[in-house]
Nanobody, 127 residues
């Protein structure tokens, strides 16, 4: 299970860092992605970090602004979001590939089967 935190209200151009803390499994063993989805909209894959490596992949909409990272010591994956825009307003989630030791981030992301979804954290960017 993941617990996301770090969301909030920020002005356009501002920054937030989201955290995704895992319990019951080791984040280093799984490829983990950050997603966002508003009710009634399709889920959008934003960033992904491969298991057992620091290889990452990003959606074009966030490339150069968002950075995904993993801290194995505290079993947490982060999403640093800079230069936020009003269109980034959404609920943000993290999830893990259902298979351990995969490299889906650099192969099929954002497609794939993801598990261990958290409750999400709301990000609101004002103009």
């Amino acid at each position: 299970q993941f617990v996301e935190s770090g969301g909030g209200l920020v002005q356009s151009g501002g920054s937030l860092r989201l955290a995704c803390k895992a319990s019951g499994f080791t984040v280093d063993d799984y490829s983990i992605g950050w997603f966002r989805q508003a009710p009634g909209n399709e889920r959008e894959g934003l960033a992904c970090i491969n298991s057992r490596s620091y290889s990452t992949n990003y959606a074009n909409s966030v490339k150069g602004r968002f950075t995904i990272s993993r801290n194995n010591a505290n079993n947490t994956v982060y999403l640093q979001m800079n230069n936020l825009k009003p269109e980034d307003t959404n609920v943000y989630y993290c999830a893990a590939d259902w298979r351990p030791y995969s490299d889906i981030c650099t192969t099929i992301f954002p497609k794939g089967r993801y598990e261990y979804w958290g409750q999400g954290t709301q990000v609101t960017v004002s103009s």
